[in-house]
């Protein structure tokens, strides 16, 4: 697996370059500090994980690089945050790791649960093991 991930980083890094020696310049939110390189490979280029699964987030990640990639996923990602917010079924427990899992997950299931689509600068993980609780049902692959 880390051959793979190694792989995909390279690639990630070639086609970051690639993109900056063309002038194309991704944009981001205002309040992203820190640009998070996920992006998407060329079509073809992505491994699909057999089996149920969800991506969350890894723990152990610096908190600013789980914040950036949360701000990411629900900005950019296009994930659907809403239930993250005050009040919503996945707000509790009011935990970055929590958050993070969730919007992580969204965007996995969203853009194909592809390796690549879990990547958020090396803070998300793919797991076999349902990450819901209580009222807060993450989606997932078949």
């Known amino acids: 697996m880390k051959r793979k991930e190694l792989i995909v980083n390279g690639l990630l890094v070639l086609a970051w370059s690639i993109v900056s020696a063309a002038g194309i310049v991704p944009q981001e939110k205002v309040e992203s500090a820190t640009p998070i390189s996920t992006m998407s490979p060329p079509e073809g280029n992505m491994t699909f994980i057999d089996g149920v699964t969800w991506c969350v987030a890894r723990p152990g ?5 789980l914040q950036n990639a949360l701000d990411w996923a629900c900005g950019q990602g296009a994930a659907d945050c809403t ?35 879990c990547n958020f600068g090396g803070a998300g993980t793919i797991i076999k093991r349902d990450p819901s609780f209580g009222s ?7």
């Open 83 to 117: 239930p993250l917010q005050p009040g919503g079924h996945c707000y509790q427990p009011d935990t970055l790791l929590s958050h993070a899992s969730y919007a992580f997950n969204i965007f996995y299931q969203q853009n194909g649960n592809s390796d690549i689509a």
């Open 136 to 142: 807060c049902k993450f989606l997932a692959s078949e």
């Open 61 to 65: 990640v610096p908190q600013e690089d």
